[in-house]
Every structure is written in C-alpha cells, then in structure tokens.
C-alpha cells in the first residue's frame, strides 16, 4: 500500500528523536499476562489478567492449578495442543503465575535435550530437578542489631617481628530493647570486611558459625543523600542475641550441582582447573539418591518442606522416543513436579523412530497420562482485543479505525504478525513526527515484512523455479 503522506519522506535508517529521558522497561511477547483471570467461582472472564479468549482452556488450567495446590496432580501432565499462536506458551506462563513466585517454574524446548556435553536424559532430568523446590527453615540463635561501632584491635605477628595482625575486633550492635558489644574472632572480621559493612548497617552475625550476613541500611539514616540507593530497614526488635527462624528457598537441581562439583584448592593450579573445566557437571543417579535421603531426613525432622514446582516443556513432539520412555520413568518419581506439556502438530511420526505414528508426535503409553486441552483460534473481536491490550503495554496510541483494520490483517494472517507490525509502525510513525500510528504506517510496515502465509504463496508460485 502506497504512503499518503504529504510529509518529507525520511530515511529508515535514521534515528528517531527520543521522546523521554526516563529509562524504558523491556516489553516481552508475554509481559501482559498476569494469570489465567478467572473469578472465584472458576469462570473466565471476557478480558482477565491480560488474557483474551481461549475460555475453555482457561477454565481447564484452573482446575489444574486447584488440583496442583491441593497435591494431587503427581504422576500425571498436562498436554496443550492447538495452531501455532493461539496461547499455549501464555497458559502455561499464567499457571506459573497463578502457582506463585515462590513455587519454582522451569521452562525449556523439547530441542534443548540435544546438547554434545551431556546425555538427552541427563537434560531432563535437571529440568525436572530444578522444578522440585525446597524450602529449609532453621532455628538459630544470633547476634542482630545496628552496628553503632567496629573496632578492630591490633597485636605483634608472632610469626614475625615485622608488621601487626589483628587479634580480635570488638563490635557494637544496638536494637530497640538496648545495646551490646560482642568480641569477635578476626575470621569474622574479614567476614564483615567482605560484606562491606560500616556503621549504621544492619546485620546479624550467626552463634555457632560465625557467618555474616547484611540486611541493610537502618532506616535512622534514611533522611541522608547517598549517590547509589540503598535498602532501608527498621531498627531490629527484640534483644541483641535472640533466637531467629531463618528460612531460605533452594531446588533440588542446587543441591545435585553443588555437590557433584568437588571443591578443590586454593593453590593457582586448583584455580586454573576450575577455569577450563566444562560449564556442565553430569550428576550420578547415586548422587541424587544420596540427596533425597538427606531431603527426606530434613522433612522428616520438619527443616525443610518440598515444594514442587513446574516443567513446561514447549515443541514436546522435538523429543525423541529415548526421552518420552524416559519421561514416563521421571513421572513415577515421588518427588516429580507438575509437568505441561505444548505441541502444535497432529499425527505426525514420533521422532527416532521409521514407522511409528501417533497423535501430536507423543507415543501413545505417555499421551495416556497426559490430561489434553486445546486451544482455539481467535476470532475478529478477539484480534482486536489483544492488539488493543499490546498497544496499551507497549505505550502506543492508535488513531480512529485503524485497530478494526489491524484486527482484520490479523484474522487474516496471524494474531502475531498484526502485533508484530506495531513497533515497527511506531518508529515509522516517530519518525515522521505523529504521536500516534496511522494506518498508513502500518501498510508500509506490510510492505516491508511479509507474513508467513504470503511467503508460502510466493515460494508455491516460484514452484519449479531454482529462485524466487
């Protein structure tokens, strides 16, 4: 579609003027999501949570999110099938979203599991490791307070007659019932030296371990103009040594890591080792075996509690019949999390297989655990409303008439072209000094970026040809 644009025609390569000094926050293709925008009842509502359509799916998640919360959706998974762009990647990102911050989710493309480092089933595994988390909390006696002095005290090296060390350090702490000086061993010292603590820091200083860890700023010296932020917070309670729950998120997947790499020396040979070594430790199922006894002793005792997370696995036909037997094994786990499962094929040939046929590319034993939703396409009314919801995200302004024509595009083409076309159309339309988008700017975007339904009929009419 040709420009009717009286204005100078402007280069493309040319920068547009900046309209704001503030920083701009990075616009993701799903940061409009917020969850699956259901009422109490369970219903979708018409526009929820970011979410338009696919009403049917929405309210099957939910009772999937009912059924995770509740402990019974072990051993099972949750299948999203439907064409390309209809919203499977955002259901699963809104169950995560509807689960909480605090549960862990791990997504990751069935293509992923091919990696020359590590086996296919080692991948998976992980994934399914670091969506088990586990939350520890600790009663430990400890030192807390506003640090209100820190005075290190030096002696002769008895090593040498040259130069002092320090023999101890005393330190003030203060709370809201009072104040007290402790006297600390000089490896707590170096503790406080690395965490760079001043005075007016808050900080608590573990009894049996010694272990330093700064809160943040007392908020007595709030009022007070520093050049970086800081993160202010009140005056402890309470006294000066007192007993503090402690209570610390970590995943199964860390704990498999942190114990299958062996600390070696502090020499420079132990150093250097460290540094060309592989980025990836392939952990032993002994390993593993040895961790879930430690995590079932610390459940047991009532430390820790499992909290199973997430794995959403995105293109699930990619993998290979090795994976799927495997992922059955992973789903009689005790400890499996909640698996989702997204594909947008049919009856396709299962992968590492000659003859073997099956529905979405999913081998029949492992498609029979999965719970099935599917996901529809959008209608005209629909198109409109999420380019309308993207608009808004995004900061732009549509003039008159031109949401109806870019949800007709989208009814046309694909949802995602017509939201791709807006930033864009948004640069072309700064450019040419408009504060909103004109049609005329998203037809010449049109021009420029082809969809991919017009790219399929250029290469059909070429067909025979050795070039386009």
Request: net charge negative.
């Amino acid at each position: 579609m040709a420009s009717t644009s009286t204005s100078a025609p402007v280069a493309h390569n040319a920068v547009p003027p900046s309209v704001s000094s503030a920083r701009s926050s990075r616009v993701a293709p799903h940061s409009h999501i917020k969850g699956l925008g259901l009422t109490s009842e369970g219903l979708a509502n018409v526009d929820g949570a970011g979410f338009t359509g696919q009403t049917n799916a929405r309210e099957a998640c939910g009772v999937i999110v009912d059924l995770i919360k509740s402990r019974k959706f072990s051993g099972r998974a949750l299948l999203l099938v439907g064409a390309p762009g209809t919203g499977k990647t955002a259901l699963a990102l809104a169950i995560s979203q509807e689960l909480g911050s605090k549960v862990p989710f791990c997504p990751m493309v069935g293509s992923e599991v091919y990696s020359t480092e590590v086996k296919k089933t080692e991948v998976l595994a992980e994934a399914f490791r670091r969506a088990i988390g586990l939350r520890i909390k600790e009663t430990k006696e400890v030192y807390e307070g506003e640090v209100t002095e820190m005075t290190p005290t030096e002696s002769e090296n008895p090593l040498s007659g040259y130069g002092k060390t320090i023999s101890h350090v005393i330190v003030g702490l203060k709370t809201v019932k009072g104040t007290k000086q402790i006297r600390l061993d000089p490896s707590i010292y170096e503790a406080i030296l690395k965490e760079k603590i001043v005075v007016g820091d808050v900080i608590y200083i573990e009894y049996n371990g010694g272990a330093v860890k700064r809160v943040g700023r007392s908020d007595a010296y709030a009022s007070s103009y520093d050049l970086e932020s800081e993160t202010y917070v009140p005056l402890p309670k309470g006294d000066v040594h007192k007993r503090k729950e402690l209570v610390q998120d970590v995943t199964l997947g860390d704990l498999d890591s942190a114990n299958a790499r062996p600390q070696g020396g502090q020499d420079i040979m132990s150093v250097m080792g460290s540094l060309v070594k592989s980025g990836r430790t392939e952990v032993t199922d002994k390993l593993r075996r040895e961790v879930n006894k430690i995590v079932q002793r610390y459940v047991n005792e009532g430390v820790a509690e499992v909290v199973p997370g997430v794995v959403f696995i995105d293109e699930v036909h990619m993998l290979d019949i090795e994976c799927f037997t495997y992922l059955n094994a992973l789903l009689e786990s005790p400890m499996a999390p909640t698996v989702i499962f997204a594909t947008n094929r049919g009856n396709s040939l299962v992968r590492g297989t000659t003859d073997v046929v099956a529905p979405h590319g999913i081998p029949v034993d492992l498609l029979d655990r999965c719970m099935i939703v599917k996901t529809e396409g959008y209608t005209r009314e629909q198109v409109g409303r999420v380019v309308n919801l993207r608009a808004i995200v995004e900061g732009l302004k549509l003039a008159p008439g031109v949401l109806d024509k870019l949800a007709a595009v989208g009814e046309k083409t694909s949802l995602r072209y017509a939201l791709q076309l807006l930033t864009p159309a948004s640069i072309s339309a700064t450019l040419a000094g408009r504060s909103q988008l004109e049609w005329e700017d998203l037809g010449e975007m049109s021009e420029l970026f082809l969809d991919a339904k017009t790219s399929a009929q250029l290469i059909e009419s070429a067909e025979g040809a050795q070039f386009l």
